[in-house]
Every structure is written in C-alpha cells, then in structure tokens.
C-alpha cells in the first residue's frame, strides 16, 4: 500500500511538471497579456514599462525557470491582470464550484442509480423505456440551452427560482459557503439541475448496462433460488457487481465538473473558477491559466485514486499494488 | 474566551447594526440600485489597468482634479479653477475641504504624488503630457508641459488623485483590494465575480448622491442579464443583447436607454509601397484605390443586416463637439456608395481587375465584429477586392496589428476619443512614423503626409484652444480627402432598466450611480 501511494505521488509530480510545461509554452500562442492592459495607442515606451512591471520583458524559457523556482517555493505566481496571487484567485472561488459539483452530484446519484437498477431490471417495461429516452435526452440536451430553459421557465416565468448569482453565503472553517443558508439553496437548484443532467444520464445508462450485464449471470439466479427477495438480488447481489464501471464513471465526471463547469458557471453567472479560466484565457493572463490547470491535475490525480479504493471497497478481490 | 469575545463582538455589531438601521428608516427613505454589468471589474485601483468595468468603478471611488460630464463637457473637479501662467505652465487651484473615504484631507501634495506614481506604473500614458508638477502651497498645484498643449485638462479628467499616506502604506497590489479615494462613493463589500457594494460617502465635497447604496453585479451571459432584468433581481442592465430589445420594450415595466458611443469602428489601410499581404506592388498607395473601397462599402446595409439599426454610421473620425470636428462634413455624403464609380476609380489607377489582400479583425471586442468583416467580404468582392477573412479574439489581435505592422494590410479596429480632442488620436494615427518620439505609434497603414504632420505639430504647440481646433479641422478636411482610413460606425450603447430609475447614460459608457436616481 505504500508503495502504490509513493507511485502514485511520483506520478502526479510527473503529470504536473508536464502539465505546467505545456501549458507554459502553448500560452504563448494565445496572445500577449500587455496588450490587455495598457491602452490601445499606448506607445513603445509604455508597452515596455507595463512589460517590465508584469516581469513580461524576460524570454518564455526565462519566465517558465522563474515560475518553476518560485513555486518550488510555494509561490505560484501573480495573475497579470488581477495582480494579485494566482493561487488566492482560484482557491477563493473553488469553494463556490465545488459546492454547486456536489449538490450535482448528489442529485445525479439519487436519481441515476435507483432508475438505472429498475430500467435494468426491467428492459422491456414502458416505464423502462420512458426512462431511457428521457436519459438520451439529458446526454444530448447541451447545457447552456437547458440552463436557459430553466430560467426562462422558473426564474422568468414562473419566478420560482432566481435567474443567477450565488445568493447569501455563511462561513465554515474559513470558506464562504452557500448550502448552509436557505437563500444559498434556493439559488444552487437551477445551475445545480442543469449541471446534473448530463451525468445522471450517463450514470443511469451505466447502471443500467452493468445491471443487465449481471442480470444474466448464474449466482443472480442462483440467489433468487436460494430465496432472497427480489430487491436483495437487486441491489446486494446485482448492484455491486454492476458497480465497478459506474464508479470509474463517476469519478471521471466528478472531476471533469469540478474542471470544467465553465458553461453553467457563466449562464447562472455563478461565481464559480471555471468562469475565471475562460476570463483569463480571453486576457492570456497566463500564471491563473497555468495554476488552474494544474489544480485541475491534481483533482484528477486525486480522484482517480479516491476511485481506485473504491474499487477495493466493492470488489475485495481487487487489491491496491 | 477568543471564542467568546468574538461572538460578544458580533452580538454589539448586530445591536448597532440594528439601530443604525433604525434610525435611518425614520430619516429617509434608503435608495439602492443593483447594476447587471457584463463583466467583474479586475482592479480598483486606477493605476493598474484600463478596462470598462474598472474604470466604472474608479470613477464611483476617486475624483480627478477635471470632472467630465455625461456629455464630456469638462469641468471643475476636485480643482475648483485653474489658468496659464505661461504657455507651458498651469496653476490649479484645489478645492478646500475635501477628504478622503478615511478622513485625510486633500492636498497638493497628493495631486504630486499622484503624478509622480503614474509615471512609475503600467499607465503613465495618464501624464505623457505632464513635465513637472510643483505643489505651490497646500491648496495650490503648478503643473508644467513639455511644450504648450492647449488641452492638459481635458487630460487630467483622467488622472484619478490617490491619498499620498493612505496609497504608500498599502501598497499597489492591496490598493486593488482596498481602494481609497475622494469619490462619491466608498467600498462596503466585493466579493470576487459575484457583487460589488458600494456605499455613499457622506462627506462628499459635491453633496451626496441620491442613491446610498449601490451593488454592482457581473451577469456575463447577455441571455441571463436580460432574465435578471425581467425578474426584478437587478434594475438595470448594462449593454442589453440586441436581440433582447423588443422583448424588454414590450413591458410596459421596462425602458430601454440608447445612445452612440464615442467609440468609431474603423478601417485603417496600408500605404505603404509593399505591403504583408498583397502581391507585388499596394494598389492602396492610390489614393483612388482607396476610394474605390470606400465607396464600396454600404454602412448603411451593414448597420441595418448586421447591427440592426443600432449603430450610428460616423461622419467623420471624431464625434461632432470634439475639437477638430468639422460641421458639415460628412463622410458618406463625400463617398456614397457606387460601384460603377468604383469600379472606374480602380481601373483608372490600374488594376482594372482588382486585386487580393487579408482583412484582421477581432471576434470578440466589437458588437458583432466578425460579421462585419464577413459583410465588407462580400461588398469588396463586387469591385473585385478579394478579402481573405484572418479573425481572431483580441488577446491575439492587438499584438498581432502592433507596429510596425509586419502582418497586415488591411486591419478593421476601433478608436474612441474620451478627452474630447481629435489631436492625440491623430497624433497617434496619422502622424508619420518614427519621425518624432510619442507619435505615429499607432500608425498601422504607415500614412505620411507632411501637410499633416505640420499641422498637428502647430496643434500641439498653440496654447490657444480655437487655434488649436482650427489646426486639427484642417487636419481632418485633409484626412477626409486622402482617406488612409474610412470611418464605419459609432457603435450604439443599450442600457435597459426598470421604470422608475432615471439613467443618464455617459458617452464614456461609464455607468454612473451618483447621476442616476430611483423613485
């Protein structure tokens, strides 16, 4: 076991040297930072001045060994827009993010799972089918129109839900945090639905695969001969079989959320990080874009092992080496 | 007991809290506006950047010694007067008893200090046209141009004064966080991408505003903005979506606030001999090439397809009241669209079978940018001016076009003007290149005219503000004739706010909380 987690810990160090290199490099293709903030008939002089003060003047490989040393000194660089820690910006508005990922989340597996084990269970029922085409719709439906859907019908309409913004927020150990207030929850149900959609019809199709996939092994039969009720088959017997792909999903969306909710973040102007990639790479403000996508690897990295003892958890013949 | 004290202190906070609120429920009546804006500001502090929601706020928190009305008539400011002791030297007199948001009072000193910090920062283009600054006594400020410059206020409306003590213990990075100003209002609360509250400054030397309070949100998508708007969550939005506008109209709970903006869409052309993208030798070295393409774009056919109606085709390069506008004279009326017209003017110049080049424009800073290059395509494809489209967003473009323009030819941008002067856009524009330090740094077509240039050189050495207009009104009479750049369109600006809220919007596009009101 320890050795598997100095694997793993060697491999993330990997991923992120890599990530921070790619990324440091393919900035500089995506435009020049002084242009974003000096005016646009700026002269020479000025452009220079800007480009000195931002620490712009030095060649890319000069500023990457600069990024490097100082964030082998916990110092992760100064966005050159906000000018302030690239870090702060980021970790300032991940709580927000996080928090609408898991209400997702959250209401993607309570719905996904208890679905998917009926519609497997049943594949030829209506209801059965009535589920599935619903699911296609929820992988097909892109998410910014589904967002404004939602707000046009619950937010404009019907004015049931506010049409954007995070609502009131209290404070837990030091994170501004929305679920713990009735206004904050009222706010996280549109952009939370919305980003749920996607994933609870994938989680629902998975189950429902693996489900049917068990349905037809020997020990499925074997239990209800033995007497076990048909939901103890299900759900004991089946369900944790049918399980180990669904989880791999799972973590693979949880992390993608977190990463990538830009689309949601920005029609429900919730203020969220993935609203702060897409600004900054509109402003090649490239120290924020490299950090976050280095967070992003680490999520991952992070998650994908969070996966892999779940997997131990489910199926005690897989062992961590 | 560190936990306890706290919660004592909450409990004394919340009882003040309480009768605070009290007591000003029995005076008035609090007004409080919320603002959909399109985007969080990044800074508040207005040394570090230019960009609209930041200049919004700047402008809510800190004075300049010039003010600048809606209408940019410029006026008194936190200088209540000021006069020529010689042609290069002006004494301002500063207002007395004016303080900071934290009590400190407003010196000549800070106006010094405020000079000297711009020069060192990212923006000391604020006083490019500042040689020296003295504070004479406490109330009294000596500033000096390197040469005479007729418009140095009109400058300095720029120039947002800092509090000397209050800016140098902070420092630059937490005055973004922290600002500290004169202005009519002061910081309560920013929460990064979510909302910006701002309070009155009691204290403030112009009188209170009528609105206390006043929260700026940031509503990206232009679809949510709107929704925002018609669930009552903000009162007023800024740049409504075009599409939107007969939805909002067709409430009788609504209006919708339009005006042109300063900000003229432009098409700059190269002149010089060879040129990035075009075989062999410019045809735009032509004078008749270049009016050939100007007569061949229809604004009026782009404003209505492609902005529809919402832009304001421009007459010339500056909007009318500027100095070194022309009454009268108007582009369009000088070049009206005719393609048979252009067509001769191409053949007579030589390239009766017209001729290739790329278009650079942007997909991301204009009202519908991109599809304004698509539609000059097609119209430059009648004359046979074949455009090759090369639209990229704007982090790439403004290094992209930098000059010397080693990859353009044809570059579609836009400039506005907000001291009001024709003279440092056309300075920076038309002046010839490299010919002297501080000019033609943004001349992208290489344009050189030596008529111009001694024009603008007079401009900018008179004291005399009418000599001053009548040089660059000669400047721009020979702009109109030589055409090295065609001026589309003033884009329109579309607020949309509740009834009941009075919005006077600013040619600056500044939205402004202190001339707004509620009922």
Known sequence: MFGYLLKRLIQMLLVLWVVSVVVFMMMSFTGDPVFMVVPIDATDAEIAQARRILGLDQSLIVQYWKFLTSLLQGDFGHSYVFRQPAMTLILERLPATVEMVLVAMVLAIVFAIPLGVYAGANPNGRLSRAIMSASLLGISLPGFWVGMVLIYLFAVNWGIFPSSGRGDTAEVFGFRISLVTWDGWHHIVLPAVTLSLGTMAILLRMTRAGMMEVGRQDYMKFARAKGATRRDVLYKHGLKNALIPVVTIFGLQLGDLIAFATITETIFSWPGMGKLLIDSIYRADRPVIVVYLMLVAVIFVVINFLVDLVYTLIDPRITLK | ?519
């Open chain 2, 1 to 519: 007991m560190k936990y306890l004290n706290r919660n004592m202190w909450r409990i004394g906070a919340l009882g003040a809290t309480f009768v605070l609120a009290s007591a000003g429920a029995t005076l008035a009546q609090e007004k409080a506006v919320t603002i959909g804006l399109t985007s969080d500001p990044s800074h508040l502090y207005p040394l570090a950047g230019e960009e609209l929601s930041s200049n919004i706020m700047y402008y809510h928190l800190y004075d300049a010694l010039v003010s600048r009305s809606p209408e940019l008539e410029f006026g008194p400011g936190l200088a209540e007067s000021w006069e020529n002791v010689d042609d290069v030297t002006w004494r301002f007199k500063l207002r007395e008893g004016v303080t900071f948001h934290n009590g400190n009072a407003f010196t000549a000193a800070d106006v010094v200090y405020t000079v000297e910090k711009a020069r060192a920062s990212i923006r000391p283009d604020l006083v490019a046209n500042v040689a020296s600054v003295k504070a004479v006594d406490d109330l009294t400020v000596e500033i000096t141009t390197p040469k005479p410059y007729a418009v140095l206020p009109n400058d300095l409306a720029e120039l947002l004064i800092l509090d000397e003590e209050y800016t140098d213990q902070t420092g630059d990075e937490k005055m973004d966080l922290m600002p500290m100003g004169t202005g009519p209002y002061m910081l309560e609360e920013w929460i990064k991408e979510e909302k910006l509250v701002l309070t009155a400054f009691g204290d403030y030397w112009g009188g209170a505003p009528a609105i206390q309070t006043v929260t700026f949100r940031p509503i990206t998508n232009p679809a949510t903005r709107t929704a925002a708007l018609l669930t009552g969550e903000v009162d007023v939005i800024q740049d409504l979506a075009v599409r939107d506008v007969d939805r909002v109209k067709s409430e009788d709970r609504f209006q919708v606030i339009t005006r042109p903006s300063l900000l003229n869409v432009v098409l700059a052309m190269d002149t010089r001999e060879k040129s990035p993208t075009i075989e062999g030798k410019n045809p735009m070295t032509d004078q008749r090439v270049r009016e050939a393409i100007a007569r061949a774009i229809d604004m009026d056919a782009i404003n209505k397809i492609v902005m529809n109606g919402l832009a304001t085709p421009s007459a010339q390069f500056v909007p009318e009241a500027h100095l070194g506008f022309v009454d009268g004279m108007d582009f369009r009326e000088m070049y009206p669209v005719d393609i048979e017209k252009a067509k001769e003017l191409l053949a007579d110049a030589g390239y009766p079978d017209g001729f290739t080049m790329t278009l650079d424009a942007t997909n991301n800073r204009y009202v519908n940018d991109a599809q304004i290059a698509q539609a000059l395509a097609s119209m430059l494809a009648k004359i046979n001016v074949n455009l090759e489209l090369n639209i990229m967003p704007k982090s790439n473009f403004w290094g992209y076009i930098r000059v010397p323009t080693e990859n353009s030819s044809l570059i579609m941008s836009g400039w506005d003007v907000p001291s009001g002067d024709a003279g440092s856009m056309y300075g920076a524009l038309f002046y010839s290149r490299d010919k002297k330090e501080g000019y033609g740094q943004v001349n992208r077509g290489s344009y050189s005219n030596a008529e111009m240039d001694a024009l603008l050189d007079k401009a900018d050495s008179t004291p005399d503000i009418a000599k001053r207009d009548e040089y660059l009104q000669e400047a721009t009479k020979i702009l109109m004739a030589d055409i090295p750049m065609i001026p589309m369109h003033y884009e329109q600006d579309v607020y949309a706010a509740r009834k009941g809220v009075t919005l006077v919007p600013r040619v600056d596009k500044f939205i402004s909380a202190f001339e707004m009101d509620v009922d």
